[in-house]
């Protein structure tokens, strides 16, 4: 069973930053796509951001567009998300997942549905 582990989250006051971390238990990242998605109370998961296994090509997406900066360390087996300028609006659990593999590692896509192991999430809380 893949598992993928969220950390990072807290909480920040607007306009602070926060960088998320997510890593894999017993297997490698390296040939996987990673999405970061997040999901506030009472709203649908939606996708933040997505690197590709390279680490080549990413895409962010949504309201975080142009506040997020996503990167992957191969050698730590880590992909992060770094978060600016957060807002209240920005308050969710924060959830980072492989893109299935028929996508070979492009990140094709930030459907929900495009993406199969998921972490538990990391809450991250934007308030003063």
């Known amino acids: 069973q893949l598992q993928l582990v969220e950390s990072g989250g807290g909480l920040v006051q607007p306009g602070g930053s926060l960088r998320l971390s997510c890593t894999a238990s017993?297997?490698?990242?390296?040939?996987?796509?990673i999405g970061w998605f997040r999901q506030a109370p009472g709203k649908e998961r939606e996708g933040v951001s997505c690197?590709?296994?390279?680490?080549?090509?990413?895409m962010d997406s949504g309201s975080m567009k142009g506040r997020v900066t996503i990167s992957r360390d191969h050698a730590k087996n880590e992909v992060y998300l770094q978060m600016d300028n957060l807002t209240p609006e920005d308050t969710a659990v924060y959830y980072c997942a492989t893109e299935r593999p028929h996508h070979m590692g492009l990140c094709e896509d930030l459907l929900r549905e495009e993406f199969d192991y998921w972490g538990q999430g990391t809450q991250v809380t934007v308030s003063s």
């Open positions: 690197i590709s296994s390279s680490g080549d090509f990413s």
């Open positions: 017993g297997f490698a990242l390296d040939n996987y796509a």
